[in-house]
């Protein structure tokens, strides 16, 4: 693996993401305004969500395999809507009321594994981990200090702001 860094998370973020502007439909948008909808980034990240709706029977296979195990919820159907989430999402129920869930950025060869803060998770976390790099072979988790950092200049769910790079690059719901 590779040492990730800062600046690395950064670009890519912005590759996707234009900066400065609020992810708003042109009819709210001053005549002359630059739109979101209109922007390389955006294309890029339409172009991602696409990918991954034609890669998703890989997704599907790995979940299928970690569904045999635990009980587990797909997060990422509604890609099949026109839905352009930067990951594959999902959650496997570690008890009645915790879930741990887990993504695998679209934007860059990146997973993400969010623990819930219990004991029971850390035989999953070490379970998922290995059958994402096996099915995503090159992908690797985001150290902490650089996911939990906020883009101060993006729109990617949250108030804008307030989106971390985990945000940008796995799902507004990381929080």
Not at 56 to 78: C, F, I, Q, V
Request: one cysteine or more; charged letters at 25%; aromatic letters at 12%.
């Amino acid at each position: 693996m590779t040492n990730i860094t800062r600046s690395e998370l950064f670009a890519l973020v912005y590759r996707f993401y234009p900066r400065g502007l609020l992810h708003m439909q042109r009819e709210h948008v001053p005549p002359g305004e630059p739109v979101y909808a209109d922007t390389e980034e955006h294309r890029r990240l339409v172009e991602a969500a696409n990918r991954g709706r034609a890669e998703y029977p890989t997704w599907k296979a790995m979940l299928r395999r970690l569904g045999d195990r635990y009980g587990l919820e797909n997060a990422s159907l509604h890609l099949f809507s026109g839905g352009t989430d930067p990951a594959y999402s999902a959650r496997i129920w570690l008890t009645k009321e915790t879930a741990l869930s887990f993504h695998v950025s679209l934007l860059g060869p990146y997973y993400g594994i969010h623990l819930p803060g219990i004991p029971e998770e850390e035989p999953v976390a070490r379970e998922i981990a290995r059958e994402i790099e096996a099915t995503y072979p090159g992908y690797q988790t985001i150290p902490p200090e650089f996911g939990n950092e906020v883009v101060p200049d993006v729109d990617a769910g949250p108030p804008f702001g307030e989106a971390t790079i985990y945000i940008c690059l796995f799902s507004e719901v990381w929080a």
